[in-house]
């Protein structure tokens, strides 16, 4: 008899966005003269850097003429964008990652989800709370979680953000291996000083833990004084590895393409305590379940590194950014509390009510969609998501029905 992988059972019927997808369907069929704007999932709605367009092109027309055409590439991407990644975003600023510790794929969301292959089923996590679910659901599947009971999974420690720490978690008191780390944060658009990103390089150190440390959304942050990457923390060579994605930077979420950064300086123990480099077992995983991203895609992926393309990166993200601070400016105006929108694309509303209930209301009498807070975790309770992500007529449009549905 062919049987399910039980840990299955344990999780929420659906994936959040596919939930929210459903609502949001549901009252578009329903009510199909209401035009809906969707400031819910993070999804781009500005089209690709020109200078990322071009490289495309280019590369589909060499894969039309035989002297350029290329079969399978390299799993771990193409050495002209691990090496163009390595300079602009690492050895500028002051960071030591070599080009071969770079994993060229098609997603921060794949490599968050499967990184945890590569760890013992019992180790220890600790996990935010609100968080991106798929850190969280994806250890469920792999049966490193209890039960969940009252929004929280037996077993793993939560990694409480609210507004009393500014929503940004402190280590915690009890031992840990496996730590989730995401700035500027997902959902809550909170971001990370050095000292406090310190804390958590040294707790690992000690607890001889590593850090998964997500930092998709590096490319929002203009405060100078904030870190974009955990390398820029002295000792994370030793104990961390980073999530990075093109998908916001510059707009591919359809066109898929993001990396991992694994120091060979990474290490994990075996049961007998010996140290094992995670950058090779991160390497078979990858050469055994991947074959590497399209050529085109990498082109134009490496496209946002020439001169054009960091202009026109930048122009992008300064486009969202003023749409999050108009987001910011209003539902502030609107007498609510928010954290994020400066350097994060993300805006964190403090509501003090329900928030499926204060989804609905907006759906309903707005027809703006926003994510509730409950579905990233009991913390985030009592707020709402807003996504920076759309365009400026559309956010103007809502940010005017949102009063207008308040009043
Ligand atoms: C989100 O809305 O949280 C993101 O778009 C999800 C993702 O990047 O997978």
New binding site residues.
Partial sequence: MIRINENYTKLKASYL?SDIAKRVNAYVTANPNQPVIRLG???VTEPLPAACVEALHAGADEMAKRASFKGYGPEQGYAFLREAIAQNEYASRGCKIDADEIFVSDGA?CDCGNIQEIFATDVRLAIPDPV?P?YVDTNVMAGRTGPSADGRYQGVTYLESTPANGYVPSVPSVATDLIYLCFPN??TGAVATKAQLSEWVAYAKKNKAVILFDS?YEAFIRDPNIPHSIYEIEGARDVAIEFRSF?KTAGFTGTRCAYTVIPKSVVAYDAAGNAHPLHALWNRRHTTKFNGVAYPIQKAAAAIYTDAGKQQTKALIDFYLGNAKLIRAAMTKLGFTCMGGDNAPYIWVNTGRDSWEFFDLLLNKAQVVC?PGAGFGKCGEGHVRI?AFNSRENVETALNRIAAALK
């Fill in positions: 966005f999932i993070g999804d969301k991106y798929v997902n959902p998709a998908s994510t996504s």
